[in-house]
């Protein structure tokens, strides 16, 4: 054995659950040097590296870990925006447990290489060195892209068909750019001056961003051709909520993630008075779901100051979407999780605010459609939990506006706009679609991939 | 960042603004809002486009003074900048040659009532539009909605002005002088557009509310807008603004507005734009 494989992975510092559940700092404070470089070391730089094939947009793991283990950090930073345009956001959110590291050779015996926390260490490094480096844009083509929609997909394709010589503008419906990023993701895991400076870089580049622009109202696809653009790019995101359409779900102190998300974190809300948009701060807050989305949710709540926040999740931790970590992060902050629960029905007072949520036990029966065991119903198992104020963080779904004013654009049966996989081409002559939109509530690597994809067979197009 | 191009008092609590937006401006109907926010701290509001001038590229809103975003509002002056101008939203007002409409808008609500009093004009109906404010010296538009509807029926609630009375009692006696009525909007504060329902519904006159419920985003995004009619969920800023009034269930939306009630005031002693 060599003594390489002797270096443990290497943890990243955090902040102290007690502390942090107060706090909206980031929980993860970031590797030092000397940190990195141990970690950096850990990897074998394998021939045939297996985490590459685990990585959607395939980026040069071991090469960039290299640099690293050379102590060459810019570099590191320089090989990853090759093919990742947002590093120090993919090396935050990314569920590396089921990507690259999943499958690193190192997992098999022992832990993997941190791959996630080297990417988010390098990314870090370039941004507070200061010296990012504006590449070389290429000369103008005479060609106009519209992008529509500021989350991650539309701001990969930005970036890419910037740098190709094309006028690239993106539309955004709400005053800030970046999605999901700004509106969903709580500071405490996406500090948002990093989604900030991604968004400046892209107008150092020469990307345009009209803010307050919601395609479908203040103007259709077609106007946007009409206007002179040549291809337009459409990366609207699942941005629609979905609730479970229950009794008293309209009570007072019901949120849907979406809104107690955007309150939070976009309209900055956990900072009210300072900022004017409240929100309610709970003493009893049950979330609902089992995803990011209702650990973002929760673990927000406790920030808000609740004595008791709870996950109501219908079937048991293993089924879990969320990340492992997020869970166990959670858990370390004290949130209580309520497991095969499913809320039937709410009860208010007479002021029309929630205070009971009534639910059932549940059990696991036979596998459904999704491969996971389908949760019954325990008979008589009802119970009421006392609440004052309830997340529903059970999905989201595509939000009409843009095609329901783009005639001609195929949409499936739940909405979602049908687009080649490889290309993004939709029904409609120059009209292209990624992310979420497309393949329903995904991940941000996923949406950057697939505007990446559809960056290539514009500028095919457009040639 | 959207210019002010007036802003111009027409009551104690009533202004009138022009924004420039000039894609808002060339878009916009009957019927539809903007969200504002005065600055990046601000909160997103919704309010109707009261008139638009496409020369000029501006819209004109009318709002009442209730707490801090629309304080720091009336506190702007001419020349100065809007953080955020997002529209047209919403459903524009449902729009054909019904016959003989009336039009009820009560306190500011007299102000969203304009446009649909315009539009309806512009569709051909005989409008008969219904003002009412609590007295005299806080009714608006007057003089502009009597030079665009067919008749105006003034009140005020304590007989300084007009009609001594509330609108509702006007509707009534209005229905009950044998006048065919094809349809009726109201606009105004919830338990106005509550009352005014239950005067049409045993004539079964089809009666439109604009509703008001607290949004963030106004896009479909966040469901703060919920409503229901008829027994189902709707969101305001996409389905309406405008429901039929006899399916809407107004407790609700009453209970709803109340829900940052403790908020609200936190902020309105925190406002500092009027000193
Ligand atoms: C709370 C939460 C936590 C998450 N956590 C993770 C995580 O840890 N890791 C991970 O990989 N993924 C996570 N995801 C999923 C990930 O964020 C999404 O898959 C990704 O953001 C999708 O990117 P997108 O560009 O397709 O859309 P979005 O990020 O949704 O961006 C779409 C943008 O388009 C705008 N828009 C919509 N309609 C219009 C219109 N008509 N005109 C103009 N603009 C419009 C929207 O305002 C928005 O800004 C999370 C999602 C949520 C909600
Ligand atoms: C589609 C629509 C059109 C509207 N048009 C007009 C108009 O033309 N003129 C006008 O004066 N008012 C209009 N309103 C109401 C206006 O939006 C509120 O008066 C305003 O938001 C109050 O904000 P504030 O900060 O000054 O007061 P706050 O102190 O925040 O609130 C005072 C009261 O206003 C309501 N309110 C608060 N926040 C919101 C919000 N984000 N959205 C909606 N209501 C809220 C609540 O009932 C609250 O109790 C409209 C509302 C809607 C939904
Ligand atoms: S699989 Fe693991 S050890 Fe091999 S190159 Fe990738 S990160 Fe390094
Ligand atoms: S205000 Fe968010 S969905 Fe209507």
Redesign the interface.
Known sequence: MSKKEKIPRQDMPEQDPKVRAKNFNEVPLGYTEEQAVLEAKRCIQCKKPLCIAGCPVDVDIPGFIKSIAEEDFIGAALKLKETNALPAICGRVCPQEDQCEKVCVLGKKGEPVAIGRLERFAADYERESGNIMIPDVAPPTGKKVAVVGAGPAGLTIAGDLVKLGHDVTVFE???KAGGVLIYGIPEFRLPKSIVDAEVDYLEKLGVKIV????IG???TVDELFEEGFDAVFLGVGA???V?M?IPG?????I??A??YL??SNL??AYR???????I?RGKNVVVIGGGNVAMDSVRTALRLGADNAYIIYRRTEVEMPARTEEVHHAKEEGVQFKLLTNPVEYTGNE???VTGMKCLRMELGEPDESGRRRPVPIKDSEFIIDVDTVVVAVGAMA???VASTTPGLEINRWDYIVANEETGETSRKGVYAGGDIVTGSATVILAMGAGRNSARAIDEYLK | MNRIVKNTRLSENVFRMAIKAPEIAAKRKAGQFVVIMTEEKGERIPLTIVDSDREKGTVTIIFQVVGKTTMCLAAMKEGENLFAVLGPLGMPTEMENFGTTVVVGGGVGIGVAYPIIKALKEAGNKVIAITGARSKDILILEDEIQEICDRLIVSTDDGSYGVHGFVTNVLQDLIESGEIINRVFAIGPVPMMKFLCEVTRPYKIRTIVSLNPIMVDATGMCGACRVAVGGKTKFACVDGPEFDGHDVDFDLLTNRLRMYNDEEEEARKGCRCNE
């Open positions: 419906a709400l005053h803010v307050n622009a919601a109202r203040v103007k941005g629609a909520p609730f359409n779900e309209n009570l007072s102190g949120y849907s979406n809104e955007t309150r309209m900055k009210f008075p300072e900022y004017d948009t409240p309610v002021n029309g605010w939000n009409p506006l």
